[in-house]
């Protein structure tokens, strides 16, 4: 950085643009490289994609004490001669195919002239049939014409004849070797990094440890195990269901009665690893022979029917059995990567796009300088839920937060969701407010819309909750990760007491009153608070301390037995102690409940237990549930197992101090 004021305050100005620059120039270069070096990266690529799927096996006879080396040639050894088996039927097929096309094309001119006969009174379907026959002539070889010359000329055509020069061997070698030799040599290259990938594992592990943490070898050997044994789960259950999707489809193509039905299946396993349309490209070649084949209808309905089974029941019910709901990749993501990769790497590109992006996405979740590609490409939200609820406050948009809630609210408790979600909301909402970067028309709207959030979310009905702390299939990515983030119901969040299991001095019509500290966001708290309460048999009534301070008194305050007071923002200690005095003093024998949102340290509620007076501490509303419940029954449950805290959050400290 140049000692020179001016010139060190234009370079830190001109820095965004630079780091863009730079950031835009490497990308380019990236996809530069991938472009023109895809001679090679294609192989090696798909060599490493192979070893995902290879090293299971490999692993499954080093078990039995298989040496290494006969293990991966024996393994290898088998997958590339089904290969090439795979291919030397494919190729007989398909010749096969193209010698029994030309019978076909009667069949197909007589349901052409069928169609013209049928849409004669559509002028639509009429040209539509005009095109295909113009398309089916335009494919046929043109038949020889009679040439007809001027009167007094011969009819004979002249002839003319053209020789080319004579080849020489090596452009007669690169003109017939060059189609055959290109494809072995691809197939050469990849089998040999198979191999070597799959007899350096270990080596290329370590290596990778060494390029992308070193300073944690424990955190980046467990990432990279878990991202290789994630990764080759995937791609052995995608290849599975593919071939399963692809013998399926043969089997029901041949039943049917379909030609070339091996081919057909062969396509349809391979084009299923092109996401959304690679099943609907696999089912378009046998639809069109099926008409060309049968002069009826009914084979072409039974393929249509076949693709229209089996491929729904590949992918959206076995698919979520065998790898959850997705790939972990966004819809655009999938979208995007697929054309960059064929823009790329063709073909091939458009079938690994999906399963590179996989390995891009893995990388950025394990991997802590590549984040951004989890953000960038990754199906998981990119902001936390309660920073989602707090980034919808800001945006005015509360209807969405509400929609949101009622869909959480299908698999866990209130309490659950206010406590992880709304109140850590509301925590970001008071930073924002400590660091002055709120103001307030901003802190009002905010407020106002938390308010209507917790207002609308606290009249939806309790629903049936799944309890197992897993997101149901049902549930979106945004609700699916918000429910793996907050995890399972605690225990008292299943307690609704009732009247007769009330001590006598909880018995009245509110025996709770809430308080609301001076804070602008308290107030949502507090109501967050008293409808905790309300709906596990504890009816609330909430006041704001200016209020109280302005006159305003709670109705039947002889029926209270609790006294709630909330505290977002922070708050003095002292002022504290002497509002709790004066609760006491002005409602006789009244339990004091004192909610300190911010605190999560043990230690420090140690501390404010023995400043304050008051009878509970708590730092939660799953705390403050627990202890009110403790407090209220008729029956005190004898030393009560109190579960494990969540995450981040302390036990409920209690304490009765007269």
Not at 178 to 193: D, E, M, R, S, Y
Not at 393 to 402: F, N, R, S, T
Not at 580 to 587: G, L
Request: overall charge neutral.
């Amino acid at each position: 950085m140049s000692e020179d004021p001016v010139t060190a305050q234009r370079l830190r100005q001109g820095l965004p643009v630079i780091v863009a620059l730079a950031s835009f120039l490497l990308v380019v270069g990236v996809m530069a490289a991938l472009y023109f070096g895809r001679e090679i990266l294609v192989p090696v690529t798909l060599a490493i994609l192979l070893s995902f799927v290879l090293a299971p096996f490999v692993r499954m006879l080093r078990r039995v004490r298989v040496p290494r080396a006969p293990a991966v040639l024996l393994v290898v050894v088998i997958v590339f001669g089904a290969l090439f088996g795979i291919g030397s039927l494919i190729a007989s097929e398909a010749s096969q195919l193209a010698t029994d096309l030309p019978r076909y094309t009667l069949v197909m001119r007589d349901k052409i002239r069928d169609l013209r006969g049928a849409t004669d009174g559509s002028s639509s379907l009429s040209r539509l049939v005009d095109m295909v026959q113009d398309l089916g002539a335009a494919i046929q070889p043109p038949a020889a014409a009679e040439y007809k010359g001027e009167p007094g000329t011969p009819t004979h055509p002249l002839t003319v004849e053209l020789s080319p020069a004579r080849a020489s061997v090596l452009d007669t070698l690169q003109t017939f070797a060059g189609p055959v030799l290109h494809p072995l040599a691809t197939t050469g290259l990849i089998l040999i990094f198979t191999i070597f990938i799959l007899m350096q594992r270990e080596d290329l592990r370590n290596r990778a440890i060494r390029l992308v943490g070193p300073g944690d070898l424990r955190r980046t050997t467990a990432a990279i195990d878990d991202a290789t044994s994630r990764l080759s789960k995937f791609f052995l259950a995608q290849l599975a269901l593919n071939i399963a999707f692809g013998v399926v489809i043969g089997l029901g193509l041949g039943f049917i009665g379909v030609p070339s039905p091996t081919l057909f299946g062969v396509l349809a396993a391979i084009l299923r690893f092109v996401p959304y349309i690679g099943a609907a490209i696999s089912a378009l070649l046998p639809v069109i022979l099926a008409a060309a084949v049968d002069p009826g209808w009914s084979m072409v309905i039974s393929t249509v029917a076949l693709f229209l089974v089996v491929e729904p029941l590949c992918g959206h019910v076995i698919e979520p059995l065998l790898y959850g709901h997705s790939t972990g990749l966004s819809p655009v993501a999938v979208i995007l990567s697929a054309t960059i990769w064929t823009f790329l790497w063709g073909p091939i590109g458009l079938v690994l796009a999906t399963p590179l992006t996989v390995c891009l996405v893995v990388l950025g979740r394990h991997v802590e300088r590549l984040w951004y590609l989890d953000v960038l490409l990754g199906d998981r939200p990119a902001l936390s839920p309660p920073e989602i609820f707090y980034q919808r406050m800001l945006a005015g948009d509360p209807a969405e937060a509400i929609e949101q809630g009622r869909q959480f609210l299908k698999e866990r408790a209130l309490v659950t969701y206010y406590d992880q979600v709304v109140l850590a909301g509301l925590l970001l909402a008071q930073e924002d407010l400590s660091r002055g970067t709120l103001v307030r028309e901003r802190q009002d709207e905010v407020g106002s819309a938390i308010r209507t959030v917790v207002a609308r979310l606290g009249a939806s009905p309790v629903a049936r909750r799944n309890r197992r702390g897993k997101a149901s299939r049902g549930a979106d990515t945004e609700t699916a990760a918000a429910l793996d983030a907050v995890g399972p119901d605690r225990r008292e969040a299943a307690i609704v007491l009732g009247p007769e299991d009330l001590a006598p001095a909880w018995r009245s019509a509110r025996p709770v009153l809430c308080v609301s500290s001076r804070g602008p966001f308290d107030e949502a708290a507090t109501l967050m608070l008293s409808q905790t309460l309300a709906r596990h048999g504890l009816a609330a009534q909430t006041l704001s301390m200016a209020a109280i301070r302005a006159g305003e008194r709670p109705e039947a305050p002889e029926g209270i037995a609790m006294v709630c007071f909330s505290y977002l923002e922070p708050v003095s200690l002292s002022q504290v102690r002497f509002t709790v005095r004066q609760a006491r003093a002005a409602i006789p024998g009244v339990r004091v409940l004192v909610g300190f949102w911010r605190e999560r340290d043990p230690a420090s509620l140690a501390r404010l237990r023995r400043a304050t007076s008051a009878d509970d501490l708590v730092t939660s509303l799953n705390d403050g549930l627990s202890a009110a419940l403790e407090a209220s029954r008729a029956v005190p449950r004898p030393s009560p197992a109190l579960p494990a805290p969540v995450p981040d959050q302390p036990p409920v400290v209690a304490g009765a101090m007269a």
